[in-house]
């Protein structure tokens, strides 16, 4: 460092013009208040509260400040459940991103996308869906029923139908969007998620679904997780619809008894043999369910389903697919998979962690009935919604994160503020070339260096005085520590 | 193609399972009913409407369907005023943003990210911007003022604040959101738009704005456009400020005559004149404001505000770094921008397209005192949005958007339907090497190539029967047309 020139005029922090001071800003406070940061109120009595979602809500948070005006300070949270992110999350945000679209790339799919906002009447079902219980839904301005959507399918089925007859059946489609959900916020569940979506449109074969699990083991693989500590649990709605129509329960109760029936284990057995019993089933179809729902053999299923089940005949063709692909360690039969989407009509499944502390990381199944809801003919259909909360939670705990740092190739540090002028073209002339460049003005050198380190610079390019008169910059590599003299038209 | 041998049991469609038939839907319409799209009612009256923006948009537009229940096709389109993005426009949105990216690594810009769902409070201002009076606005469940974002700014100011002295200035911030307005529609203009920003915290040189704006035409250089075809015009609003205090006008009209004066050109200057009197400027001073507005000289400039004004020595300074950055050629000087929003205190610049058909396809400018609005220390800033709207209009017209086809490697194909296993290994295999695979199964050999032309695939691999007995594939390369068989393993 002693090989550079004295250093001059550098300043520690940027000065603000005093020509913008006389001019106070309209909403400005009296006197600069120190931000504050909302805290949640607890209530004793909140954690036994069985009020509703709204008004637990509005137990738990405080009401909004006041908004402008002479007030105030604004609040610097984001909407409750909503989240910012700041260079460090987005890093790795766009790191589990990247790996969801490196995966459907090499599954050969095409990504599409859907408005955040969407009719509310696409997401209208009647069979008590916890998805469409909790619709982040509101009124617009021009009296039209809205949502921020609860999930992406209804809209890719939405888009299915509307290009009709010019696109060429298979589609294979993934999108990565934001969904919402409105609900009383506990134990640090979210109001928004992202969700990486493949779907595959006009496939009725088992294939589909293979396909699909594929690209779920390929992804967990690329994140480092192994078959150890997460697997696939699959079943079959065809297996619920089968105990149906053994015990003559009537087809339009079919979505409703699946959505009580995906309760099991967030309920007890009894609350949820008593909301099927509420829904009209008989108390000896309902234990017929229970204990159906609690194979977790395939063969165990088909004596008790037939060999002539589909269900049985379907799961068996996914298993066989799954060992020629190579992912059988990954995937089980467990017949208590029912996912509680009410539009499922085939396989259904989900990615666990084995350990058993989190939420379902992701899932999915054949809607193959979906298209018919919305007025259109029905095409076979299935996909899976892949979370962005549930799986870093996971990777967090088992250490996978990768430390994402910023990758920034060069520093330009003009040794003098006469040189702005010389800085400028260095500059210009290195992103030209493709290089990554942070122009530093303005702080000491010292500042410079640790600067270079907290960024991963490759380089620091010094402008000086004597250098420039010469033609030439100094640079500094700062893996290898190497100092050499340049000529500007040769740096690159 | 003779050389293969005969296919056997590709089916041109994909059958449904009959197993499926017998469970309708619970919502399915009594017959399948063809899609209907909605059309816009044209109406003789609502083209010389003066009604407010909302009963207009009510007359343009048909109330929603009735939701769910018993009735009926789904309106397929996405609300009013937004997009889908099928797979071709998506690559598009792709490419565009993948551009926006790259210039904002060149210039080691830090990628953040904000909720779609603000506070209102942080867009409630009282100069009459257009963006405050087109917000997108409703009540939450719980009561509370929501807003989907017209712009970033705000959030990215409060993010700022929220960090607090956690972070070390200057920040150099990008992101990619979508933004929202509701207003009535006209003219192609949507709800919603996807926003590139740029935001340089903690800089209060002149320098931050030039790093701006060479990020800016680095872009434009990216896509094809050159300096012929797209200007930028730079003012600032310390011209503004300095007619201000020439008058005498109170410092609290500051913000309200910017964005009235900004109204010049899609208002008549009668208009704008009328609304500036009504805000409480003097017409001698209207007078002087519409003059100087009318500058499009430095020199002219600095005659009438004198050689000690901060407005010239900034604007100065912007072109001498312009000409060092190699960018000159890109930038005038124009009084008369000014730009819409409230907050900003500076350097104030739009790009604009030569032809003068287009609306500004960007605009930026500093905002010193923005983060005093939120109650906190100001921190001099500057940025830009530039929306994905007006840009690919221009490429369009201009036949500067590239033609981006689909890029799959590997088409994997089963002569027969016998060597699903088989084909499952081959396209395992494949993907684990990390390669783009399509996995194509009971079509016709001519469909597929059909298809290989269309996605752009590169291979065509053909799983056989006598091929796979040998342990082989049969590889088609489908540019060089060579045909040649290779064992499992060694495909890659």
Redo the contacts between chains.
């Keep these: 460092m002693s090989a550079f020139p004295p250093l001059r005029h550098l300043l520690l ?5 005093l ?2 001071q ?8 009296s006197t ?2 120190p ?1 504050r940061r909302r805290r949640l109120r607890l209530l004793s009595s909140s954690s036994s509260s069985t009020a509703t ?2 008004s637990a ?2 137990v738990a ?1 405080p ?7 002479e007030t ?9 459940g ?6 460090e999350d ?2 790795l ?2 790191w589990l991103f990247q790996n969801f679209r490196e995966v459907s ?4 799919f ?13 997401f ?4 008590g869906e916890e998805i469409t219980q909790q619709l ?1 839904n ?9 949502v ?1 959507r609860p999930e992406i399918t209804p ?1 890719l089925a ?2 299915v ?4 007859k010019s696109v ?3 589609l ?2 993934f999108t990565i969007g ?1 969904c ?1 959900r ?1 609900e009383r916020m506990t134990r640090g569940r979210r109001r ?1 998620h992202y969700q990486w979506n493949m779907d595959i449109i ?4 088992v ?1 589909a679904e ?2 699909l699990i ?1 690209a779920i083991v ?1 992804l967990f693989e690329r994140l480092g997780v192994t078959s150890l500590d997460v697997g696939i649990r699959v079943s079959s709605r ?1 297996v619920l ?1 089968a105990v149906l129509q053994m015990y003559s329960i009537p ?2 109760l ?2 409703e008894v699946c959505v009580i029936v995906d309760k099991l284990g967030k309920l007890s057995r009894e609350e949820v043999e008593k909301e099927l019993m509420q829904a009209g089933v008989l108390l000896e179809a309902v234990k017929g369910i229970v204990e159906v729902l609690s194979l977790k053999s395939l063969s165990k299923l088909e004596e008790v389903l037939g060999s002539d089940s ?1 269900a049985v005949a379907d799961l068996k063709r996914l298993f ?2 799954a ?5 059988s360690e990954w995937i089980t039969f467990d017949a208590s998979v029912v996912r509680g989407l ?2 499922y ?2 396989i259904v499944f989900e990615a666990f962690d084995r350990a058993g502390k989190l939420r379902a990381i992701c899932g999915g199944g054949r809607y ?3 298209l ?7 095409i ?1 259909a299935c996909g899976f919604g892949f979370g962005d909360a549930v799986i870093v939670e996971f990777l967090k705990e088992k250490g996978l994160v990768p430390d994402i740092a ?1 990758q ?1 190739e060069d520093i330009v540090f003009p040794l003098d503020v006469e040189l ?3 800085a ?2 260095v ?2 002339s290195l ?2 070339k ?6 530093i ?2 702080k000491r050198l010292k500042w410079v260096f640790k ?1 270079a380190e ?2 991963n610079a490759s380089r620091l390019v010094l402008v000086g005085n004597s250098e420039w008169q010469r033609g030439m910059v100094r640079v500094k590599n700062l893996s290898t520590r190497e100092e050499y003299e340049i000529k500007i038209d040769e740096l690159c």
């Excluded at 009401?63 to 005006?69: D, E, F, N």
Aim: no cysteine.
């Design positions: 922090r940027p000065r603000l013009p020509s913008l006389p001019f106070a800003p309209l909403l400005r406070p600069a208040v931000i979602q709204d809500d509005e948070e009401p909004p400040l006041a908004t402008g005006k105030s300070v604004v609040d610097v949270n984001p909407p409750r909503t989240r910012d992110f700041p260079p987005m890093r945000r766009n790339r090499l599954l050969s095409e990504e599409v996308d859907f408005p955040v906002l969407e009719s509310e009447a696409l209208i079902r009647k069979a982040y509101f009124e617009d301005k021009g009296g039209r029923r809205v921020l809209s939405r888009l139908i509307k290009q009709g060429s059946l298979p294979k489609w934001q919402w409105y928004e006009g496939v009725s074969k294939r293979a396909e594929h390929l065809k619809q087809e339009h079919f979505m589909e066989s697919l060992e020629h692909y190579g992912y009410a539009y009509t085939g193959d009935r979906l018919s809801t919305f007025g259109s003919d029905d076979p910023r920034v702005e002028g010389p400028s073209k500059v210009s992103r030209r493709g290089r990554s460049v942070d122009l003005e303005d600067h907290r960024i």
